[in-house]
């Protein structure tokens, strides 16, 4: 499975970013999708997964309300839409992919394949 990220930029507080997440070499409905980010000097932490089918969704507590995961299974793309973006939320962004069922992954060790990251900056 290879994950290519893109979509990320520079963007000023309360504005928009779509990331997306487009996976090639396995059938992309076999896996689970979720987004994780790393901002500067930290570690790379959870953000939101969804299942296979998509009909599920989990999100980390600061970004419920403002971000949503979604996927298109005949595209074989995952997308993160980020609204109402804050300082806070600059990092790199990574998605990943899990073979298998369920959706609620947190942990970076429940995945099996990683994209290269995009970067999101957010300015005050």
């Known amino acids: 499975v290879q994950l290519q990220a893109s979509g990320g930029g520079l963007v000023q507080a309360g504005g928009s970013l779509r990331l997306s997440c487009v996976c090639s070499?396995?059938?992309?409905?076999?896996?689970?999708m979720g987004w994780f980010r790393q901002a500067p000097g930290g570690g790379r932490v959870f953000v939101a997964s969804i299942e296979r089918n998509g009909g599920s969704t989990y999100y980390t507590d600061s970004v419920k309300g403002r971000f949503t995961i979604s996927r298109d299974n005949a595209a074989n793309t995952a997308y993160l839409q980020m609204n109402n973006l804050k300082p806070e939320d600059t990092a790199v962004y990574y998605c990943?992919?899990?073979?298998?069922?369920?959706?609620?992954?947190?942990?970076?060790?429940?995945?099996?394949?990683w994209g290269q990251g995009t970067l999101v900056t957010v300015s005050s």
């Open positions: 070499g396995r059938t992309f409905n076999s896996v689970n």
């Open positions: 990943a992919a899990r073979q298998g069922d369920g959706f609620v992954y947190t942990a970076i060790t429940d995945y099996d394949y």
